[in-house]
Protein backbone atom coordinates (compact mmCIF):
# COMPACT_ATOMS: atom_id res chain seq x y z
CA UNK A 1 0.00 0.00 0.00
CA UNK A 2 1.23 3.52 -0.87
CA UNK A 3 2.38 5.74 2.34
CA UNK A 4 4.10 8.23 3.86
CA UNK A 5 5.97 7.35 7.71
CA UNK A 6 7.05 10.39 9.70
CA UNK A 7 8.64 8.39 12.47
CA UNK A 8 9.17 11.09 15.03
CA UNK A 9 6.27 12.50 16.38
CA UNK A 10 7.80 15.38 18.40
CA UNK A 11 11.44 16.72 17.94
CA UNK A 12 12.96 19.27 20.40
CA UNK A 13 16.29 20.47 19.93
CA UNK A 14 18.10 23.75 20.96
CA UNK A 15 18.71 27.14 18.90
CA UNK A 16 21.39 26.85 17.28
CA UNK A 17 21.63 22.95 16.99
CA UNK A 18 20.90 21.02 14.04
CA UNK A 19 18.30 19.34 12.73
CA UNK A 20 17.44 16.26 10.74
CA UNK A 21 13.17 15.25 10.43
CA UNK A 22 12.86 11.81 8.89
CA UNK A 23 10.64 10.47 6.11
CA UNK A 24 10.11 7.56 4.01
CA UNK A 25 7.41 6.57 2.22
CA UNK A 26 6.22 3.57 0.18
CA UNK A 27 5.46 3.58 -3.72
CA UNK A 28 5.34 1.16 -6.35
CA UNK A 29 7.57 4.37 -8.48
CA UNK A 30 9.18 7.06 -7.43
CA UNK A 31 7.05 9.88 -6.28
CA UNK A 32 7.48 13.60 -6.51
CA UNK A 33 8.12 14.55 -2.55
CA UNK A 34 7.65 17.33 -0.64
CA UNK A 35 8.05 19.00 2.53
CA UNK A 36 5.61 21.81 3.66
CA UNK A 37 5.68 23.86 6.95
CA UNK A 38 2.85 24.70 9.00
CA UNK A 39 2.76 27.32 11.61
CA UNK A 40 -0.14 27.59 13.72
CA UNK A 41 -2.85 30.19 12.55
CA UNK A 42 -1.08 29.77 8.93
CA UNK A 43 -1.42 27.94 5.58
CA UNK A 44 0.83 25.40 5.20
CA UNK A 45 4.35 26.64 3.28
CA UNK A 46 6.78 24.60 0.78
CA UNK A 47 10.28 24.69 2.01
CA UNK A 48 10.91 21.89 -0.45
CA UNK A 49 10.22 19.80 -3.53
CA UNK A 50 12.04 17.13 -5.40
CA UNK A 51 11.32 15.84 -8.89
CA UNK A 52 14.21 14.37 -10.70
CA UNK A 53 17.43 15.21 -10.56
CA UNK A 54 20.23 16.38 -8.24
CA UNK A 55 19.53 14.43 -4.65
CA UNK A 56 20.39 17.32 -2.60
CA UNK A 57 17.55 19.40 -2.74
CA UNK A 58 17.62 23.25 -1.26
CA UNK A 59 14.99 25.20 -0.27
CA UNK A 60 13.98 28.33 1.34
CA UNK A 61 15.19 29.67 5.06
CA UNK A 62 17.75 27.58 5.10
CA UNK A 63 16.13 24.03 4.23
CA UNK A 64 17.84 21.10 2.19
CA UNK A 65 16.60 17.63 1.89
CA UNK A 66 18.38 14.39 0.52
CA UNK A 67 16.18 12.10 -1.69
CA UNK A 68 17.73 8.69 -1.32
CA UNK A 69 16.30 6.03 -3.40
CA UNK A 70 17.73 2.99 -1.68
CA UNK A 71 15.92 3.73 1.31
CA UNK A 72 13.19 5.12 0.30
CA UNK A 73 13.65 8.35 2.22
CA UNK A 74 13.60 12.47 1.87
CA UNK A 75 14.74 13.61 4.89
CA UNK A 76 14.99 17.35 5.80
CA UNK A 77 18.11 18.82 7.50
CA UNK A 78 18.96 22.19 9.14
CA UNK A 79 22.33 23.32 9.80
CA UNK A 80 21.37 25.63 12.74
CA UNK A 81 17.67 25.80 14.02
CA UNK A 82 16.58 29.37 14.87
CA UNK A 83 13.25 29.88 17.66
CA UNK A 84 10.84 30.46 14.36
CA UNK A 85 11.43 27.39 12.62
CA UNK A 86 9.51 26.30 15.91
CA UNK A 87 6.27 24.57 14.18
CA UNK A 88 4.87 21.63 12.21
CA UNK A 89 6.81 19.80 9.52
CA UNK A 90 5.06 17.59 6.94
CA UNK A 91 6.83 15.37 4.41
CA UNK A 92 4.24 14.73 1.58
CA UNK A 93 4.52 12.56 -1.87
CA UNK A 94 2.38 12.81 -4.92
CA UNK A 95 2.52 9.37 -7.61
CA UNK A 96 4.43 9.57 -10.57
CA UNK A 97 1.00 9.93 -12.51
CA UNK A 98 0.40 13.48 -10.62
CA UNK A 99 -2.48 11.72 -8.56
CA UNK A 100 -2.82 10.20 -5.35
CA UNK A 101 -1.48 12.59 -2.55
CA UNK A 102 -0.39 11.91 0.66
CA UNK A 103 0.75 13.22 3.91
CA UNK A 104 2.49 11.91 6.72
CA UNK A 105 1.20 12.48 10.16
CA UNK A 106 3.78 15.37 10.51
CA UNK A 107 6.51 15.64 13.29
CA UNK A 108 6.18 19.11 15.50
CA UNK A 109 9.41 20.52 16.33
CA UNK A 110 10.42 22.41 19.66
CA UNK A 111 12.86 24.63 19.89
CA UNK A 112 14.85 25.56 23.06
CA UNK A 113 16.08 28.86 24.11
CA UNK B 1 4.07 34.11 -2.38
CA UNK B 2 0.76 33.40 -3.50
CA UNK B 3 -1.91 34.35 -0.88
CA UNK B 4 -5.04 32.18 -0.39
CA UNK B 5 -7.29 33.28 2.18
CA UNK B 6 -10.40 30.98 3.76
CA UNK B 7 -13.38 31.88 5.51
CA UNK B 8 -14.71 31.38 7.78
CA UNK B 9 -11.40 30.61 10.09
CA UNK B 10 -13.93 29.34 13.19
CA UNK B 11 -17.66 28.31 12.71
CA UNK B 12 -20.18 26.05 15.18
CA UNK B 13 -23.20 24.90 14.14
CA UNK B 14 -25.95 22.94 15.50
CA UNK B 15 -26.40 19.32 14.10
CA UNK B 16 -28.39 18.97 10.75
CA UNK B 17 -27.53 22.45 9.54
CA UNK B 18 -25.28 23.77 6.59
CA UNK B 19 -21.95 24.80 6.67
CA UNK B 20 -20.29 27.23 3.39
CA UNK B 21 -16.52 27.42 3.32
CA UNK B 22 -14.87 29.42 0.77
CA UNK B 23 -11.46 29.70 -0.30
CA UNK B 24 -9.97 32.28 -2.63
CA UNK B 25 -6.90 32.77 -4.30
CA UNK B 26 -6.38 36.56 -3.67
CA UNK B 27 -3.31 37.46 -5.97
CA UNK B 28 -3.57 34.89 -8.73
CA UNK B 29 -6.05 33.06 -10.74
CA UNK B 30 -5.81 29.10 -9.85
CA UNK B 31 -6.64 26.57 -12.24
CA UNK B 32 -7.28 24.02 -9.22
CA UNK B 33 -8.30 24.35 -5.91
CA UNK B 34 -8.08 21.29 -3.38
CA UNK B 35 -9.43 20.26 -0.80
CA UNK B 36 -8.02 18.64 2.32
CA UNK B 37 -9.25 17.33 5.84
CA UNK B 38 -7.21 17.35 9.10
CA UNK B 39 -8.18 15.49 12.30
CA UNK B 40 -6.35 16.40 15.28
CA UNK B 41 -2.67 15.72 15.59
CA UNK B 42 -3.18 14.22 12.10
CA UNK B 43 -2.25 14.14 8.93
CA UNK B 44 -3.93 15.66 5.85
CA UNK B 45 -6.24 13.79 3.93
CA UNK B 46 -7.08 14.73 0.11
CA UNK B 47 -11.07 15.35 -0.58
CA UNK B 48 -11.31 16.85 -3.76
CA UNK B 49 -9.78 18.12 -6.55
CA UNK B 50 -12.04 21.05 -7.64
CA UNK B 51 -11.50 22.97 -11.32
CA UNK B 52 -13.20 25.89 -12.24
CA UNK B 53 -16.36 25.01 -14.69
CA UNK B 54 -16.25 21.84 -14.00
CA UNK B 55 -17.14 18.64 -11.48
CA UNK B 56 -15.38 18.29 -8.67
CA UNK B 57 -13.14 15.62 -8.57
CA UNK B 58 -13.87 13.14 -5.32
CA UNK B 59 -10.90 10.88 -3.54
CA UNK B 60 -12.32 7.62 -2.72
CA UNK B 61 -14.56 7.34 0.70
CA UNK B 62 -15.48 11.12 0.34
CA UNK B 63 -19.56 11.49 -0.36
CA UNK B 64 -19.68 14.19 -2.66
CA UNK B 65 -23.30 14.63 -1.62
CA UNK B 66 -22.10 15.16 1.74
CA UNK B 67 -19.50 17.89 0.74
CA UNK B 68 -20.76 19.99 -1.81
CA UNK B 69 -18.01 21.96 -3.92
CA UNK B 70 -18.46 24.67 -6.65
CA UNK B 71 -15.50 26.18 -8.34
CA UNK B 72 -17.76 29.34 -9.45
CA UNK B 73 -14.38 31.42 -11.16
CA UNK B 74 -10.26 31.04 -10.94
CA UNK B 75 -10.37 33.07 -7.61
CA UNK B 76 -13.38 30.80 -5.50
CA UNK B 77 -14.33 27.19 -4.65
CA UNK B 78 -16.75 26.85 -1.92
CA UNK B 79 -17.10 23.65 0.01
CA UNK B 80 -20.43 23.09 1.76
CA UNK B 81 -20.72 20.77 4.59
CA UNK B 82 -24.28 19.25 4.16
CA UNK B 83 -26.64 18.41 7.37
CA UNK B 84 -23.37 18.33 9.45
CA UNK B 85 -22.88 16.08 12.26
CA UNK B 86 -20.37 15.67 15.28
CA UNK B 87 -18.24 13.55 13.41
CA UNK B 88 -18.02 16.42 10.32
CA UNK B 89 -15.86 18.49 12.81
CA UNK B 90 -12.44 19.00 11.70
CA UNK B 91 -10.00 21.72 10.61
CA UNK B 92 -10.48 21.83 6.32
CA UNK B 93 -7.51 23.35 4.83
CA UNK B 94 -7.78 24.14 1.04
CA UNK B 95 -4.95 25.00 -1.67
CA UNK B 96 -4.70 26.71 -4.85
CA UNK B 97 -2.37 25.73 -8.28
CA UNK B 98 -1.87 26.71 -11.31
CA UNK B 99 -1.88 23.05 -12.25
CA UNK B 100 -2.09 19.72 -11.06
CA UNK B 101 -1.14 18.31 -7.13
CA UNK B 102 2.37 17.94 -8.41
CA UNK B 103 2.63 21.50 -8.52
CA UNK B 104 3.47 24.69 -6.43
CA UNK B 105 0.36 24.48 -3.96
CA UNK B 106 -0.70 27.86 -2.00
CA UNK B 107 -3.11 26.75 0.91
CA UNK B 108 -5.15 28.67 2.84
CA UNK B 109 -5.16 28.76 6.50
CA UNK B 110 -7.85 26.79 7.46
CA UNK B 111 -11.21 26.35 9.13
CA UNK B 112 -12.16 24.88 11.95
CA UNK B 113 -15.97 23.29 11.93
CA UNK B 114 -17.16 22.22 15.55
CA UNK B 115 -20.70 20.18 14.78
CA UNK B 116 -22.46 20.31 18.02
Known amino acids: AQSVTQPDIHITVSEGASLELRCNYS??????LFWYVQSPGQGLQLLLK??????LVQGIKGFEAEFKRSQSSFNLRKPSVHGSDAAEYFCAVVGYNNNDMRFGAGTRLTVKP | GAVVSQHPSRVICKSGTSVKIECRSLDFQATTMFWYRQFPKQSLMLMAT?????????EQGVEKDKFLINHASLTLSTLTVTSAHPEDSSFYICSAAIGSLADTQYFGPGTRLTVL
Open chain 1, 27 to 32: YGATPY
Open chain 2, 50 to 58: SNEGSKATY
Open chain 1, 50 to 55: YFSGDT
